[in-house]
Nanobody, 121 residues
């Protein structure tokens, strides 16, 4: 079993910064395919924000390119999302996601509980 523990959300003014953290906690040794951040604003579907794959490659939503940076600490099974130049439209619940391989070769997806990010005056 895997638990994803998120932290770092909060209230920030437009143009401000926040840094989200996500730790994958498990007694098992994890075979990670990718980790990422998704977000869901009220009345909208969940959307991908940024992904970092096991090989280190990254992808970003067009709306956050140049403002957000995803990074990881492999030794700690953690990822981070540095969010700069925040805009009101970035307001959402941000979810951490883990894609991992099981010993049987299945690809599973785990989700964190979510952390609220609010960008407002």
């Amino acid at each position: 079993q895997v638990q994803l523990v998120e932290s770092g959300g909060g209230l920030v003014q437009p143009g401000g910064t926040l840094r989200l953290s996500c730790a994958a906690v498990s007694e098992m040794v994890l075979s990670i395919n990718a980790m990422g951040w998704y977000r869901q604003a009220p009345g909208k579907e969940r959307e991908v924000v940024a992904i970092i794959r096991s090989g280190g490659s990254t992808d970003y939503a067009d709306s956050v390119k140049g403002r957000f940076t995803i990074s990881r600490d492999n030794a700690k099974n953690m990822i981070y999302l540095q969010m700069d130049s925040l805009k009101p439209e970035d307001t959402a619940v941000y979810f951490c996601n883990l894609m991992r391989w099981t010993p049987r070769g299945e690809l599973l997806s785990d989700w964190g509980q979510g952390t609220q990010v609010t960008v407002s005056l």
